[in-house]
């Protein structure tokens, strides 16, 4: 299947999130961001596919959808399975773009879930996400958990677990490419188990299934959650 493309904005959009595709990043950034896609990234985007895998790996065209998909590493690991149907969603041009440049098996939609018109996009099996999340306020933390149940059942979200590796993380990016600096804000937080049930509390209609972390280095590094829509 030929990469499809569907454009739910019809803008362009360009934000600080240009720097995962931009080639003119400066050296310091560079060196950051190659440490931290094949040494952290790498090893949560693979146990994030192999979770969505295993949860369904007994059924046929499984649907489903990335959102602030970035560079999808992820799909691009689900979407080699011969039983899933592979959506992807971001809202930054240079990322679509870098996307659409590519041979991949999966279909590019141009959309913001954080907006009324989730429902536009079709009915999905599972929704997911890795890295997007934690850069939410606590309004938008609410409204992307209600849109993407709105298109599926269950979901699947991974977020940078709490710990002093995130903190230098957030430092040493401010130093190296400060015209990103709006990526680790005010909004950017960390999490542990205390703080998702939290969250889950005050959403009466989802159901937490179950949360682990991820190790690198000895230390917690990433924390998945799954979650489901309660039936009436």
């Given at each position: 299947?030929?990469?499809?493309?569907?454009?739910?904005?019809?803008?362009?959009?360009?934000?600080?999130?240009?720097?995962?595709?931009?080639?003119?990043?400066?050296?310091?950034?560079?060196?950051?961001?190659?440490?931290?896609?094949?040494?952290?990234?790498?090893?949560?985007?693979?146990?994030?596919?192999?979770?969505?895998?295993?949860?369904?790996?007994?059924?046929?065209?499984?649907?489903?959808?990335?959102?602030?998909?970035?560079?999808?590493?992820?799909?691009?690991?689900?979407?080699?399975?011969?039983?899933?149907?592979?959506?992807?969603?971001?809202?930054?041009?240079?990322?679509?773009?870098?996307?659409?440049?590519?041979?991949?098996?999966?279909?590019?939609?141009?959309?913001?879930?954080?907006?009324?018109?989730?429902?536009?996009?079709?009915?999905?099996?599972?929704?997911?996400?890795?890295?997007?999340?934690?850069?939410?306020?606590?309004?938008?933390?609410?409204?992307y958990l209600q849109n993407i149940m709105k298109i599926s059942r269950y979901g699947i979200i991974a977020v940078p677990?709490?710990?002093?590796?995130?903190?230098?993380?957030?430092?040493?990016?401010?130093?190296?490419?400060?015209?990103?600096?709006s990526i680790w804000d005010d909004n950017f937080q960390s999490y542990n188990f205390k703080k998702i049930k939290k969250i889950f509390k005050s959403?009466?209609?989802?159901?937490?299934?179950?949360?682990?972390?991820?190790?690198?280095?000895?230390?917690?590094?990433?924390?998945?959650?799954?979650?489901?829509?309660?039936?009436?």
């Open positions: 299947m030929n990469t499809n493309y569907v454009d739910f904005e019809n803008k362009n959009i360009s934000n600080d999130w240009d720097y995962l595709v931009n080639k003119k990043n400066n050296l310091l950034s560079k060196v950051f961001n190659f440490f931290v896609n094949y040494f952290i990234l790498k090893i949560i985007n693979k146990d994030l596919a192999k979770i969505i895998i295993k949860n369904f790996k007994k059924k046929n065209n499984v649907k489903i959808i990335e959102f602030g998909c970035g560079r999808a590493t992820t799909s691009k690991i689900l979407s080699k399975k011969k039983n899933i149907q592979i959506s992807v969603m971001d809202n930054n041009d240079a990322i679509i773009n870098y996307l659409k440049k590519e041979k991949n098996n999966f279909l590019i939609i141009k959309g913001d879930c954080l907006k009324n018109n989730i429902y536009k996009i079709g009915d999905y099996d599972i929704s997911f996400s890795s890295g997007t999340f934690e850069h939410f306020n606590t309004t938008q933390r609410k409204i677990a709490e710990n002093i590796l995130w903190k230098i993380a957030s430092y040493v990016r401010f130093f190296t490419d400060k015209k990103n600096k959403l009466n209609n989802f159901s937490l299934i179950e949360m682990r972390y991820t190790y690198n280095f000895g230390l917690k590094t990433f924390l998945i959650f799954e979650f489901k829509k309660k039936f009436k």
